[in-house]
């Protein structure tokens, strides 16, 4: 399909699909054949080749060891990563860290990038965005938030219980979500305080257990429960301004979700890839599959519906540059979770045993996409705003955020 991107989009998409086609993806089929894990060092030597083809860290300026690209530029290229299950990690583009970057980046002082944000793009250190709190506190509804930061002299004093927390196990600081003005609204007295790892007070309690996670790699940072108990920080670790943690958190989600939805149609794609040569090669009561009639409108449909979720998604990118393009996003986000999701469970059934076996992808692909229905605002979160919109009930400034426990919970990198 022709999606009209830019010639430079375009070019970069291309140099990315090569660079997964002969590097990224046959050492993902090794790693799957042979359930070894793959080693960090081979990760760092996958983020040399990145950068020898001027791929890695594409969403990051050139400052700071990125590529530079404008985010309708970078946007494609997300989709041909979302192909392998290492290809978003390959070109150090992986979530957490991509928005991490990307918050650093925007709003954080030029202290803050040279201690931080430069050792990051680099992959000297990891981090994690610590938001969602276990029940009754923040998740779909983010107003519920529990976590406090009381200002003591020139010190932050952090009290918050996390969980979703990605890449936490391995992180070097955390990006935390905290109440930091109890007199005000959450969305008016919420601020974002970096807080590092190794300071007094910080417990990762354990890895939540989750569906998914594909245990490619050698480390795995999973999706840590934190504790934070009068940590210590200094003032200067505010993220952004004090009070603004919901608007930087916003800003974050917006390009967050429009990029998780391409790798997600991305690996979508490489599901229906694998499905059509199954079928083309399976052959069931005198003929191959894929001349099964049944079996060939069912692929037309997801075709179709995989061509209008990448429609939807560029539709809503052009509309970010212009504004916060709260609905399109939503609309995008939840559309695209649902077609890659029926897409990559009917790319298995057809694909049959071999579906459910892990010597193909797919099996990864169908647990960690059942995710992406929750994570990133779940359905009905998104529903909830859309609808408020299309019956015009409240202004569009008191929809309510959307943001939604663990933004951070991705497909490529689960286990990272």
Known sequence: MEYHDSDTAKAVSNRVASFMDEVV???????????????????????????ERELFAPQVSAEYGGQGLDFSDMLPSFEQVGRSLIGALALRANAPQEG?????????????????????????ISSAFAMTEPRQGGGSDPKMLQSTATRDGDEWVVNAHKWW?????????????ARTDLDAHPYEGTSIILVPADAAGVTVVRNVPHLGGHGITEREGGHAEV????????????????????????????GGRLTHCMRYSGMAERSLDIAKAY???????????????????????????LHAARTMVRHAARELDRSDARIEVAMAKMFTANVTQETIDLALQCCGGNGIGKDLPIAHFYENVRAFRIVDGADEVHRRSIARWAFEDVDEDEIENTLQFDEDLRVDELDE
């Open 25 to 51: 993806i046959p050492r993902e089929r090794e790693a799957l054949a042979t359930q070894e894990p793959i080693p960090m060092a081979e990760i760092e030597d996958l983020w040399e080749q990145a950068k």
């Open 100 to 124: 991490n970057m990307h918050t650093l980046e925007m709003v954080g002082t030029d202290e803050q990038k040279e201690r931080w944000l430069r050792p990051l793009v680099q992959g000297d």
């Open 165 to 177: 927390t990605s890449d936490g196990l391995n992180a070097d600081f955390y990006l935390v979500m």
């Open 227 to 254: 504790k934070f108990e009068n940590v210590r920080v200094p003032v200067e670790n505010t993220i952004g301004e004090a009070g603004q943690g919901f608007q930087i958190a916003q800003m974050r989600l917006g």
């Open 279 to 305: 079928l083309s090669e399976r052959e069931a009561f005198g003929t191959t599959l894929e001349e099964k009639q049944a079996l060939r409108h069912r692929i037309a449909d997801a075709e179709t519906r």
